[in-house]
């Protein structure tokens, strides 16, 4: 899992250049926003279970659809499989926010995610729904938790509905 600092050096490297003024800055920026990142991190992972609980019940309060006969989260087993992967989704996020970087989000959770969901027929739609209720969720826990400016926490959170969302060739 690379960060913003292995990843600015990586760029860097490859280009056979010193760090300039931008470099400089991005890197100021990354450690000066640390503190709020880590707090931010914090607090999503201390309300967790309560995040993905709240967001499921969000979810299913909104589509209730998914959790009548022949729904995508009709069953115990089901709907347990969808809580479970919406907590997978907040905790790929924090790693993500703490490194300022989603490389984790790809390496780890996206590439080839759409297709298998595609496959066994789990709606992209919903699911991308529920992960931006999470965003609003965890960014809540990082108010509360202190954080002056949260708008970095919706990031991670943006990242996977823009690259889970279908897209228009």
Same mark, same amino acid.
């Not at 479970?84 to 993500?96: E, F, H, K, N």
């Not at 609003?136 to 509905?161: C, H, S």
């Given at each position: ?12 490297? &490859?280009?056979? #250049?010193? %760090? ?7 890197? #100021?920026?990354? %450690? ?17 279970? @309560? ?7 969000? &979810? %299913?309060?909104? &589509?209730?659809?998914?959790? *009548?006969?022949?729904?995508? /989260?009709?069953?115990?087993? *089901?709907?347990?499989?969808? &809580? ?15 490194? @300022?970087?989603?490389?984790?989000? =790809? ?28 965003? =609003? ?6 108010? /509360? ?5 949260? @708008? ?9 509905? *823009? ?7």
């Amino acid at each position: 899992m690379r960060d913003a600092v292995t990843t600015l050096i990586n760029s860097y490297d &490859l280009a056979g #250049k010193y %760090f300039d003024r931008n470099a400089l800055d991005s890197l #100021k920026s990354y %450690f000066d926003s640390g503190t709020s990142r880590v707090q931010a991190a914090t607090a999503i992972n201390a309300n967790a279970a @309560a995040i993905v609980k709240q967001a499921g019940s969000k &979810l %299913f309060e909104e &589509l209730p659809e998914l959790i *009548r006969p022949g729904g995508n /989260a009709y069953t115990t087993r *089901r709907y347990a499989a969808c &809580l479970r992967d919406m907590d997978y989704y907040l905790r790929y996020a924090t790693y993500a926010l703490i490194a @300022a970087n989603m490389n984790v989000l =790809d390496e780890r959770v996206l590439q080839g995610l759409r297709e298998t969901y595609n496959s066994l027929d789990v709606p992209i739609g919903s699911t991308v729904r529920g992960i931006q209720i999470m965003k =609003d969720l965890a960014r809540e826990q990082a108010i /509360a938790a202190g954080v002056a400016n949260a @708008a970095f926490v919706d990031e991670p959170f943006d990242y996977i509905t *823009r690259e889970l969302s279908e897209q228009n060739i």
